[in-house]
């Protein structure tokens, strides 16, 4: 699949999976640097919302707004992940003030190769919001074609709101 970072072609290493397949099982590390696996997530709707870099603007207006409207879903699993190390994420969620969200570390690239979302030449993820139900089923995908765009928040959000 082809995405664009300001305008220039880039390539992710396959395609993503599509609505109504399951997700692949995949391993990110939280702030313990403990493995959380895709089979821990199931049981309950999960939201994913994917980005590139913490750091950068787009990516951290993208996480501040869903982690401001995920108070409103307390039976939801909710991570936001990118391929920034542990100590980066948490670093910005210090300096943002940020407590509830979960931040995952796809360090290993695991995600990344298993999801398909991994550009490979910048070692990083297109961004991207996956809503899961219970069992793993993509039941939402938004994956944006252009890289600095942010996601429609809105049709996420009355997506997983029919789930719960």
Same mark, same amino acid.
């Given at each position: ?72 879903? &307390? *039976?939801?699993?909710? !991570?936001?992940? /990118? ?7 948490? +670093?910005?969620?210090?300096? $943002? ?22 550009? &490979? *030449?910048?070692?990083? !993820?297109?961004? /991207? ?7 793993? +089923?993509?039941?939402?995908? $938004? ?22």
């Amino acid at each position: 699949m082809e995405i664009t970072i300001n305008g220039e072609a880039r390539q992710l290493v396959g395609n993503p999976p599509a609505v109504g397949e399951e997700f692949p099982h995949f391993k990110v590390y939280d702030k313990n640097d403990e493995k959380i696996k895709t089979r821990q997530l199931l049981g309950k709707v999960t939201l994913l919302s994917v980005v590139p870099n913490i750091n950068t603007p787009v990516c951290s207006i993208q996480t501040k707004h869903f982690n401001s409207t995920m108070d409103q879903f &307390p *039976d939801v699993n909710f !991570l936001t992940i /990118s391929t920034n190390t542990i100590e980066d994420q948490q +670093k910005w969620c210090a300096a $943002e003030g940020v407590k509830h969200m979960q931040l995952a570390s796809d360090k290993d690239e695991s995600f990344g190769y298993e999801s398909k979302l991994l550009i &490979p *030449d910048e070692g990083i !993820l297109a961004r /991207s919001v996956w809503i899961l139900d219970q069992n793993g +089923k993509i039941v939402y995908r $938004e994956i944006l074609k252009e890289l600095t765009d942010e996601p429609n928040y809105d049709q996420a959000l009355s997506e997983l709101k029919k789930l719960v």
